[in-house]
């Protein structure tokens, strides 16, 4: 009698624990993804997980794994581990029908674009005799892009605004008569010949013509990610980047036309001027690139290429970023400028004890990595 009530209970854990092995994953799911479309380095973000139980049978332990690259990293969260990626692992106890979300603060240390990757669920059998392990399909957002980040550099903001200022005087000199650009309403400073009769009489004040200039500023960042081997200049190359990211949104949140040209590529990278929110994007990712992975262009051959192309217009306001200061690159500088006036900015270390000069119609413009 003793026997055959122990295996009747033999059976019913046998019996249980073959249908909880075929119904463990059912109505399973795991959904990791990154709230924010997009971050800017040194920013913080956060990491969603969503693991939900659909059926009315719970799953008392569920070990949730996944990893991400270094780039991003956990802040004030326990059970990761750091070797080649950081892994985090967690466990999970479902009731039936139960849904557990939890949210990660992350911080984006440099650019780049990231992918969590073997995302996997582990759960043990009902009495913790063996594991069952299923790789699922990972749910959501699950990759995001590293913007370069924002380095804010006064001295060099000033020289540009003074550059721009310059010009701007020149542009008001210059306006092109036959070049309509929009309609507004009359300032006390407007010539009384640009008034629009039509307009004044159906609005019912008095509305002024503006026009484009034939001396209207499109700015041309010219940008050298090529370095050597050394952590220091590795450091400075992501300077130079992140000043041409930054320069670049800020001149194009003007509604300036921004053009950017990079020694990418076997035959360098171009970007024609814009105006638009979709190429801005398309340049912010391009400049998550790992350039040590692709070809690079000498950048001073860079710029006497560009001195011999015929979409390069004589007017442009030209900005050089580059760690790399050489005799080379200020003569291929100076052909490609001609008369016209320049901006070199150039990181470099406080060690370095750089300072501003005037290189001719080239101003150079140390920026200190900090």
């Known amino acids: 009698m003793i026997l055959v009530f122990f295996l009747g209970i033999l059976l019913i854990f046998y019996t249980g624990s073959v249908f909880y092995a075929k119904v463990w994953n059912i109505g399973l799911s795991t959904e990791i993804h990154f709230c924010e479309p997009y971050l800017y380095a040194g920013q913080n973000g956060t990491l969603e997980e969503v693991i939900e139980n659909r059926k009315k049978i719970p799953v008392p332990a569920l070990e949730i794994s996944f990893r991400i690259p270094h780039g991003l990293r956990f802040q004030g969260v326990d059970n990761t581990q750091d070797s080649d990626y950081i892994y985090k692992r967690d466990v999970f106890a479902l009731l039936g029908q139960e849904r557990i979300i939890r949210r990660y603060k992350i911080l984006a240390e440099r650019r780049g674009q990231y992918e969590i990757s073997?995302?996997?669920?582990?759960?043990p059998s009902l009495f913790y005799g063996r594991e069952y392990l299923r790789d699922p399909e990972i749910k959501g957002t699950s990759g995001i892009y590293v913007y370069a980040r924002y380095l804010d550099y006064p001295a060099l903001l000033r020289e540009v605004e003074v550059l721009l200022g310059t010009r701007e005087i020149t542009r008001r000199l210059y306006e092109d008569p036959f070049a309509f650009?929009?309609?507004?309403?009359?300032?006390?400073?407007?010539?009384?010949?640009n008034i629009n009769w039509k307009a004044t009489a159906r609005t019912g004040s008095l509305c002024v013509n503006t026009w484009q200039s034939d001396q209207a500023d499109r700015i041309a960042i010219y940008l050298d990610v090529s370095q050597?081997?050394?952590?220091?200049?590795?450091?400075?190359?992501?300077?130079?980047?992140?000043?041409?990211?930054?320069?670049?949104?800020?001149?194009?949140?003007?509604?300036?036309?921004?053009?950017?040209?990079?020694?990418?590529?076997?035959?360098?990278?171009?970007?024609p001027p814009f105006r638009d929110e979709r190429t801005e994007t398309r340049i912010e990712r391009f400049l998550t690139e790992d350039f040590d992975s692709v070809p690079l262009i000498s950048f001073p051959d860079l710029l006497r290429k560009c001195s011999h192309l015929s979409g390069q217009r004589s007017e442009d306001v030209a900005l050089f970023v580059s760690a790399n200061d050489s005799k080379d690159l200020r003569e291929a500088a100076h052909a490609l400028l001609g008369k016209r006036q320049g901006i070199f900015a150039l990181p470099c270390l406080?060690?370095?004890?750089?300072v501003r000069e005037q290189d001719g119609s080239l101003s150079v413009v140390p920026v200190i990595h900090l």
Do not use: C, H, W
């Open 118 to 123: 073997q995302l996997t669920q582990n759960a």
């Open 350 to 354: 406080a060690s370095s004890g750089r």
């Open 181 to 193: 650009a929009s309609i507004r309403e009359y300032t006390p400073r407007d010539p009384m010949k």
């Open 228 to 271: 050597d081997f050394n952590k220091t200049y590795a450091d400075l190359r992501e300077d130079s980047i992140a000043l041409a990211a930054t320069l670049l949104r800020r001149l194009a949140g003007r509604g300036l036309e921004v053009s950017l040209i990079v020694n990418a590529g076997a035959d360098g990278s171009f970007f």
